[in-house]
């Protein structure tokens, strides 16, 4: 199986600032054929599932505010949020979709 | 709009089964390969198992390979997840949500606690 580490466990950022979370995978989910990373990023809130935020490591979904991005490409990945609004405060995974079991990071608990 | 519904969790002894359903609406249910995702504190989200549009091919978690069956009813709009000889390190909010690999629609989740 696929393991995704992600960093840090929890991170505190002043609203308005810079948040960045890391995801690193055990091997590489980039396919080859197809440059595209299998890796997205969710966004969970207190009580409420996870959102899928950004798949192919990069694009966003529809509706995902523009202050969310990802980069990164083979194994180690970044959810960037460029301006921290109260309403980002949750939980962020990452997962890859590169090989069953999908699996997901553990999480990273981001507050202001 | 999409909607994801589950139902059928609840508190069950080690060794019963339960049947879980998760009903879709607001998309073209036959379409879309359906998963079956589990969380816990401890070990937490987990992907346990996928279905098919057609419901000919599946996948199974090893944790869960020979006592959870997933299938569906495309004329129901409903997934369905058997879950037999349940442990205690099933017990976990169990959601479905649309896709097998990009999981852009979840439900909100149905609680299974195994206990004695």
């Known amino acids: 199986d696929i393991v995704m580490t992600q960093s840090p466990d929890s991170v505190a950022v002043s609203l308005g600032e810079r948040a960045t979370i890391n995801c690193k995978s055990s091997?590489?989910?980039?396919?080859?054929?197809?440059?595209?990373?299998?890796l997205a990023w969710y966004q969970q809130k207190p009580g409420q599932p996870p959102q899928l935020l950004i798949y192919?490591?990069?694009t966003r979904e529809s509706g995902v505010p523009d202050r969310f991005s990802g980069s990164g490409s083979g194994t180690d990945f970044s959810l960037t949020i460029s301006s921290l609004q109260a309403e980002d405060v949750a939980v962020y995974y990452c997962q890859q979709y590169y090989s069953p079991p999908y699996t997901f990071g553990q999480g990273t608990k981001l507050e202001i | 709009e999409v909607q994801l519904l589950e139902s059928g969790g609840g508190l069950v002894q080690p060794g019963r089964s339960l049947r879980l359903s998760c009903a879709g609406s607001g998309f073209t249910f036959s379409v879309y390969a359906m998963s079956w995702v589990r969380q816990t504190p401890g070990r937490g989200l987990e992907c346990v198992s996928i279905?098919?549009?057609?419901?000919?091919?599946?996948y199974y978690a090893d944790s869960v390979k020979g006592r959870f069956t997933i299938s569906r009813d495309n004329s129901k709009n409903t997934v369905y997840l058997q879950m037999n000889n349940l442990r205690i390190e099933d017990t976990a909010v169990y959601y479905c949500?649309?896709?097998?690999?990009?999981?852009?629609?979840w439900g909100q989740g149905t609680l299974v606690s195994v206990s004695s």
């Open positions: 091997q590489s989910v980039l396919y080859s054929s197809s440059n595209k990373n299998y």
């Open positions: 192919w490591a990069s």
């Open positions: 279905i098919s549009n057609s419901g000919a091919n599946t």
């Open positions: 949500a649309k896709r097998a690999a990009t999981l852009d629609y």
